[in-house]
């Protein structure tokens, strides 16, 4: 059983556990793929968990194959603008706009966001 890192929030953690079960499916290219990169990207995003990923410290608290690397892949498996979109959606929902922007910038937010206004609303 991985050991929790503390500087993580203890509330986090079955969020944390999604990622790791989505760690595979990030990198197929199929629709159960695409809904896993969203679910991991908006989940990484809303809940800041952006540092924990590049440090490697879920990794090497036992949440093996959590890393940069998966969040990355959420953007680079030709359905960028889709992923986008979708965090835009949870972004809207849940409030943390702001967050996005400040990750990403506001250009690529208004890319995203012009996708999502002009196809709807991704379901995932």
Known sequence: MPQ???SIAPHLYEHVKTLHALRHDVGRDSPKGQRARITFATITI???????LDAYELWDAGFEGLGPRQFDTCFEMGDSGEVGAGI?????????VDTVV???????????????DAQGCFEF
């Open 102 to 116: 400040s990750h990403f910038s506001e250009n690529v937010w208004a890319r995203w966001a012009a996708i999502n």
């Open 4 to 6: 929790f890192p503390r």
């Open 46 to 52: 809303r809940y800041g968990l952006f540092k924990a």
């Open 88 to 96: 835009v959606k949870d972004a809207r929902a849940n409030g943390y």
